[in-house]
């Protein structure tokens, strides 16, 4: 019987679940006597809520409370007396209002419809203050962020006494998340001190300690099932201010409360990317070879909650540059806090850095590859240590077979197919491969079936499916005779799915757990531990008269990892088909380059790739949420005027894996894909296009309005 | 659509009428209680004015969803998206955005696609409805289904229920001639997780096999 492998192309074990409308997401679950909350947005920018009136609201149908700063029950956690006190935004707390669309109140009903409609019932008093939500006008008013360090390596000048000189400034609007799946939470309480909830949740367990935290629970008292996630790119990484009120709401009304944000609520409440404005100033010698680099950025925050990315970081490590220097700063306004979003820092970083090394190839009238190669960093000179492994310089060569690199004009704006421009570009990227401890849990059956149990989540790459494959190869036994359960905080301990290292992370547990449990039938068959002989497990386990085998695994990072410096590494390279009358772009091809270690599954890290492609196009082409500085609101809070990319917007795309193992990381010598996949997208389609037509935009996203 | 029931119900004209002879009979008991101030006040104390609501809200609503007649009683403010999804949970269909920009809510009536979350359940008076639950043949899935999962036409799930049915409803239109008219016409539906060209490939297959 054929048996799968450590690099087959599996079909997602879940697919069934997901094609027939089985698969049960945070909002899904039939709870009894489940009530529906609905928050009430503030409608001012900066000020303090005077007074509440809810009368009309609370003699609306249906309706069971409307909760306020005003009679709000106490969130310990909030509170400054709090052993570890919640940070960023106390929902219902105090009076302050940081940012226009807070949530003054949460309406509770019956059904949907008449929360819905209560809350608009609800009347606020405000005394307003002026608000600061500019982010040009502010940006002198840029602070160092107090976890983030500034960086210099040699000569601080060096970039601009070199021969050639580029500097520009790269501007990236603030981006939306926008998953497809409404952030949700249903809360009920079981119990005086126990909570249970299904929500949106990138990490059960980091649910499961700030729910905790901010109710003062024992945490095995805080019970979280995020058992299918409809994507999240970084917004469900923490537990938001709204979910806490949910369980606070459920406390008040003691019925289960489901509080669903509407999607334009999602453009203040669940993070963003920051909109971010990069400084570059890059020196290279007239052959090419790189002097020194100057990276400074400022990125917007919150006023009340400062979040930093490494949007810098990018340039200390990618290229050979002796002299570099990076400067990060963060301007404080009144918006909601930003996240993480795909790919965080690096995917801007990447937009200055690569688009500035496109600038400086034409001005030393050198071959992008040519450049990058001449500058290639065969050691990470920003940590002074080895590679675990790079195969960069493979990617660069098999990106531009893909794609017709030799097809490519040296002069911007004179490779014509008919009355369009035609254009070559390439960005690369990296984002550090990571490793936490993971614990897994693995069962074996009476009948010689698997299931292995861990609390890691899944917003859509695939884990379930990968963590079958990799115990079906260790274990030597059918796909289809293993379960991969997650998204439950009662399953043993995992990390949190971000940073792309669930694989790295989980996987090894996954793998550590199979190796200890062959061990173990070995040993019951009289074997050598190692053995790789064909045993019949459940035959084993009757023999011993067992009724089953569990083991679980605890798989932590090794020692010989901090000897290295351990990233993957992408290229991207685009072709681009520019109108020069009316500014169309039609991106043709993209080709996605990536060494990622060894690749688990075939058919999910291609989708993978395609997809972050997608979002990367997205960032370039479409994606920009625009603010009304007079009101303080985003005026594009949907989709309909918030453009992330539809069918139409995508040709076919394709993956390439360079598919080695990294030697060190973890023993199956992954790396991780789920941010590399969108860096560097950007700037691969803003340099083709500047191949195209000779125009060189440094603003996203590339409209037509740019371009003509 | 109390007492009569059209048998057509396409019949616009009277399924106006009858919910316009429903609102009057309700707000003119609504009235009579209104001119009465010492009965409101004592209504609102006893919630009378919710449990009165309660009854005069809510419209009595016949359709068959996958096969299933159902006849429920619904507020004329209901989506169909929220009537399958709550009443009578159904969550295969998914609410994504709640205003008709992103597909993921995308059911067929009568044989057509349609956002469910811009109708309203009322509308739907002696409609078919299928849902994604109601594609397959018992265990055997849709074609468009299997394609789904051969051609990983989806990741975190989310947009798939929709993607399905309006798969589904692109070839059938006769909409899925080329690659170029399968991503125009899919593009109502979003997939933010970037399927986009695995979910053509999908429905190149399943046309080309001609299963659809």
């Known amino acids: 019987m054929k048996k799968e492998t450590i690099g087959d192309s599996l079909r997602r074990v879940d697919g069934r679940l997901k094609v027939t409308g089985g698969a049960k997401y945070s909002g899904e679950y039939e709870v009894p006597g489940l009530t529906y909350g609905v928050l009430v947005p503030a409608t001012i920018t900066s000020g303090t809520v005077t007074a509440i009136d809810s009368k009309a609201a609370l003699r609306a149908p249906g309706v069971l409370a409307v909760i306020t700063p005003f009679n709000a029950i106490k969130v310990p956690g909030y509170q400054p007396e709090a052993p570890t006190r919640i940070k960023g935004l106390k929902l219902f707390n105090d009076t302050q209002v940081y940012f226009n669309g807070q949530p003054i109140a949460l309406v509770v009903a019956d059904t949907f419809e008449r929360a819905t409609h209560a809350a608009g019932l609800v009347k606020a008093t405000y005394q307003s203050q002026p608000h600061e939500t500019n982010f040009h006008k502010n940006i002198e008013k840029g602070v160092s962020p107090q976890n983030n360090k500034d960086y210099v390596r040699g000569d601080v000048n060096a970039y601009k006494n070199a021969p050639v000189k580029i500097e520009q400034e790269y501007m990236l609007p603030s981006e939306m998340h926008n998953p497809m799946e409404l952030h949700v939470t249903t809360a009920f309480w079981t119990g005086d001190d126990k909570v249970t909830l299904y929500t949106k949740s990138q990490g059960v367990i980091s649910s499961q300690r700030a729910v905790a935290n901010a109710f003062q629970l024992d945490a095995k008292n805080v019970q979280i099932n995020s058992r299918f996630v409809g994507g999240a790119f970084g917004s469900s990484l923490r537990t938001w201010p709204h979910e806490i009120a949910a369980i606070q709401a459920a406390k008040m009304v003691k019925r289960p409360v489901k509080l669903t944000l509407t999607r334009e609520q999602m453009f203040t409440l669940v993070g963003y990317r920051p909109l971010t404005i990069q400084k570059i100033g890059l020196g290279a010698t007239a052959d090419g070879k790189l002097v020194g680099i100057s990276h400074e950025s400022h990125s917007q925050t919150a006023a009340y909650e400062e979040f930093t990315e490494r949007s810098v970081n990018v340039s200390r490590f990618l290229y050979d540059i002796p002299n570099v220097n990076t400067l990060y700063k963060v301007v404080p306004l009144n918006v909601g806090v930003p996240a993480p979003m795909r790919g965080p820092g690096e995917a801007t970083g990447s937009f200055a850095l690569e688009s500035a090394l496109d600038e400086l190839s034409y001005a030393v009238n050198m071959d992008p590859i040519e450049l990058r190669l001449k500058n290639y960093a065969e050691t990470d000179l920003e940590k002074n240590l080895p590679w675990s492994s790079k195969y960069l310089k493979e990617c660069y060569q098999k990106g531009a077979e893909r794609i017709g690199w030799s097809n490519r004009a040296a002069k911007p704006g004179t490779n014509r197919d008919g009355e369009w421009l035609v254009g070559y570009g390439i960005g690369c990227g990296a984002f550090g491969a990571y490793r936490s401890r993971a614990l897994a849990k693995i069962k074996l059956m009476p009948d010689g079936s698997v299931n292995i149990k861990s609390a890691t989540s899944d917003i859509g790459p695939g884990t379930a499916t990968s963590m079958v494959l990799i115990a079906a190869d260790i274990l030597n036994i059918p796909a289809k005779r293993i379960t991969f359960e997650l998204g439950d905080s009662s399953f043993p301990v995992a990390p949190t799915q971000g940073g792309s290292a669930t694989i790295s992370s989980v996987g090894s547990a996954v793998h550590d757990a199979c190796i200890a449990l062959k061990q173990k039938l070995n040993a019951l068959a009289g074997k050598v531990e190692d053995s790789n002989d064909d045993i019949d497990y459940a035959k084993v386990l009757s023999q011993n008269n067992l009724p089953f085998l569990e083991i679980t695994q605890e798989s932590n990072p090794n020692e010989e990892a901090k000897k290295y410096s351990m990233y993957s590494f992408s290229a991207h390279f685009a072709q681009v088909y520019v109108h020069p009358l009316t500014g169309a772009v039609k991106i043709k091809k993209v080709v996605a380059v990536v060494d990622a270690g060894k690749i688990v599954n075939h058919k999910t890290a291609s989708s993978q790739m395609i997809g972050g492609t997608v979002g990367g196009i997205g960032m370039a082409m479409t994606e920009e949420a625009v603010f009304d500085d007079r009101f303080g609101r985003y005026i594009n809070g949907n989709f309909a005027d918030y453009h992330v990319p539809v069918n139409a917007d995508i040709p076919q795309l394709e993956a390439i894996f360079i598919d080695r193992p990294d030697p060190i990381i973890n023993p199956i010598g992954t790396k991780g894909i789920g941010e590399i996949s969108l860096i560097g997208v950007a700037p691969a389609i803003a340099n083709a296009i500047y191949n195209a037509t000779g125009k060189r935009v440094r603003e996203l996203p590339i409209t037509p309005d740019k371009l003509i | ?212």
Not at chain 2, 50 to 77: C, D, M, Y
Not at chain 2, 94 to 110: E, F, I, L, S, W
Not at chain 2, 182 to 192: A, D, F, K, Q, T
């Open chain 2, 1 to 212: 659509m109390s007492g009569k029931k059209s048998n057509n119900p396409s019949d616009s004209e009277e399924f106006l009428n009858g919910t316009r002879r429903d609102f009057l009979k309700k707000s003119s008991l609504l009235t009579a209680v209104a001119l009465t101030p010492g009965r409101v006040v004592k209504a609102a104390e006893e919630q009378w004015d919710e449990k009165i609501a309660g009854v005069f809200e809510k419209v009595s609503l016949h359709l068959e969803v996958n096969g299933v007649k159902h006849t429920v009683a619904v507020e004329p403010r209901v989506t169909l998206l929220d009537l399958l999804r709550e009443q009578l949970h159904l969550t295969g269909t998914k609410k994504g955005c709640d205003r008709g920009q992103c597909g993921a809510c995308t059911v067929h009536v009568n044989g057509v696609r349609v956002n469910s979350c811009l109708s309203l359940a009322v509308t739907n008076e002696g409609k078919k409805i299928t849902t994604i639950e109601g594609l397959a043949n018992g265990d055997e899935l849709h074609p468009m289904q299997e394609a789904f999962i051969e051609h990983d036409g989806f990741q975190c799930g989310y947009c798939t229920s929709g993607q399905i049915m309006s798969a589904v409803a692109c070839i059938h239109e006769g909409h899925a001639g080329s690659e170029a008219e399968i991503r125009e016409h899919m593009s109502g539906n979003i997939c933010r997780c970037g399927a986009y060209p695995n979910i053509v490939n999908a429905i190149q297959a399943v046309k080309n096999g001609g299963q659809s």
